[in-house]
């Protein structure tokens, strides 16, 4: 072979070298960033239905401590809702938090007021949601 070839066959092949690791480095830095934007993304989801039960959990938990009975059943619907939501997205051992919660507060609506009057410093030194609340800080963690 002619060295004037040789020359311009290495110039066209590095030219192509660079042309392709300039694509292949835009197209992973690119695919990273869509990656860590729907990590993101469900993040965000999870933390909301998160937050959607504990308001639900607390205001139910709120709502048995002080009725002597649960009158009205649909006052669960928006935790049985709340929990189905997180079936969808949460890992198993949240799921099995939020649903000890909605045990409890279950508990809550039957025992009777006397009973409750005698238990009242275990309720105020017990966190029903302590142990959901950690399952979601670790889910979340591992999440991002």
């Not at 409750?116 to 591992?142: G, K, P, Y």
Request: hydrophobic share 45%; glycine share 4%; aromatic share 6%.
């Amino acid at each position: 072979m002619d060295p004037a070839t040789i020359t311009a066959v290495s110039a066209l092949a590095g030219s192509a070298i660079g042309a392709l690791s300039s694509v292949a480095t835009s197209w992973l830095t690119q695919h990273r960033q869509n990656r860590m934007q729907r990590l993101e993304q469900e993040a965000s989801r999870r933390e909301r239905l998160f937050g959607e039960f504990i308001d639900q959990a607390s205001r139910a938990y709120a709502d048995g401590v002080v009725q002597e009975r649960l009158d009205d059943p649909s006052k669960l619907v928006p935790m049985y809702t709340a929990i189905s939501k997180l079936r969808l997205f949460a890992m198993p051992g949240t799921i099995g938090a939020a649903e000890a919660v909605l045990e409890h507060v279950v508990t809550t609506y039957e025992t009777t007021s006397s009973a409750l009057a005698a238990r009242n410093s275990r309720v105020a030194a017990h966190d029903i949601l302590r142990v959901f609340a950690e399952a979601c800080r670790a889910e979340l963690t591992s999440v991002r």
